[in-house]
């Protein structure tokens, strides 16, 4: 069973964490208290940017490393809070702020695993532990930054923390967004001139809505295409020469981003621009170590549709954490305090069952 003292501690951090506002791109006060919680564990953590991380007492150069890796941003409080969002309020079994449960709660968990291995010998593999900033909004000075810099360890494979009922996902869809901008002629609306970019747009998101993608995964299942915002004409008397509309891409693995967007550029007759192709889909063979790990210890295996810092990773990961994804970026957001309990207690079963795989392996 997870300790007291770990839980005490997780929880407090939580807190503290809830307390202290930190938007993406303005999580130097969350920096802060992480990297002051590891110094008093005993802990030399560095800092990039607003990220902090850190590697268990043994590192050895030899072994592969794996990676601990959650954030510690958070998106904006809605207007619909009854509770102080930066107020970490406890009520009815329930830590309620933003960010509790996205993903704080996975956060201080990690962050607790990684303490109760920091000074363990003779591990098949080095610990390393990343707190991170601009997940929310898949910014570049997060993971990304981080990986890039010359001083943090290159990663065989990492455990992602995020709100999944502690079950692991060994898929994430990738997601791209396209701006698509379809072409017309302007005329009177009163005459028979013109071309309709309004029409032109109205065919190419038919088609959109009846396109189908022949690869379909077993893991995440098939390709969504989804039209979610569109802009046309600016007078009721002025056929429109331009609609805008976007396109919201989830990709399973079957596919890279750029497959996709080759596919709909020879359907559909509008212009498409994509915002970025950056954030590819993931996915963890479920004969890897921590696969094997989690089937041992009962952990439902899944496929994500929603997107996290995997997308960023350069390589296997999987995602799993306490908390549940819908409460995610809701009025009145909490974690259960009995969910980090069982959020420390997974991870350092999944880390303990995981070395278990690996000296098997070795046999």
């Given amino acids: 069973m997870c300790k007291d003292s770990d839980y005490i501690e997780a929880k407090s951090l ?15 006060g969350t920096a802060q208290i992480i990297q002051s919680f590891l110094e008093q564990k005993g802990i030399k953590p560095q800092q990039f940017l607003h990220n902090i991380w850190a590697v268990n007492a043994h590192f050895d150069p030899k072994k592969p490393n794996i990676l601990l890796n959650s954030h510690h941003d958070t998106v904006k409080a809605n207007d619909s809070w ?23 709660a996975s956060l201080v968990c990690l ?21 991170t900033a601009e997940e929310e909004i898949s910014g570049k000075n997060g993971i990304e930054a981080l990986l890039q810099s010359p001083s943090f360890p290159t990663i065989d494979w990492a455990i992602v923390g995020e709100p999944t009922d502690c079950q692991m996902a060994i898929a994430e869809k990738g997601l791209m967004v396209i701006d698509a901008i379809a072409h017309g002629i302007a005329g009177h609306a009163a005459r028979n001139e013109g071309v309709n970019a309004i029409y ?7 088609k959109i809505a009846n ?16 039209v979610t915002i569109i802009q046309g004409g ?8 331009t609609c805008e509309f976007t396109i919201d891409c989830r990709v399973n693995e079957c596919y890279r981003l750029e497959e996709i967007l080759e596919i709909l550029q020879k359907e559909l007759s509008s212009e498409l621009k994509p915002r970025s192709i950056r954030l590819q889909s993931s996915k963890m063979e479920e004969n890897h170590v921590v ?3 989690a089937k041992a210890l009962g952990i439902e295996l899944f496929g994500s549709p929603t997107l996290s810092d995997q997308a960023l990773l350069k390589c296997p990961s999987v995602k799993i954490g306490p908390g549940h994804s819908g409460r995610s970026h809701t009025a009145d957001e ?5 969910e980090i309990k069982q959020g420390i207690q997974i991870y350092q079963d999944l880390l303990s069952e995981t070395i278990v795989q690996y000296q098997h392996k070795t046999l």
């Avoid at 032109?200 to 038919?206: E, N, P, R």
Wanted: charged share 20%; net charge negative; proline share 6%.
């Fill in 14 to 28: 939580l807190s503290q964490l809830i307390e202290c506002p930190s938007l993406s791109r303005e999580e130097a």
């Fill in 82 to 104: 009854t509770f102080h969002p930066w107020e970490a309020t406890e009520k009815e079994g329930k830590l309620i702020g933003l960010g509790s449960n996205d993903a704080g």
């Fill in 111 to 131: 962050i607790q695993t990684f303490c109760s291995f920091y000074d363990k010998k003779d591990l098949p593999f080095n610990i390393v532990l990343a707190a």
């Fill in 200 to 206: 032109v747009a109205m065919q190419d998101i038919q």
């Fill in 211 to 226: 396109l189908s993608f022949k690869k379909v995964s077993p893991v995440l299942g098939p390709v969504k295409t989804t």
């Fill in 234 to 241: 600016k007078q009721h008397n002025v056929i429109p020469d």
């Fill in 291 to 293: 696969c094997q790990a």
């Fill in 334 to 338: 909490f974690i259960y305090l009995d």
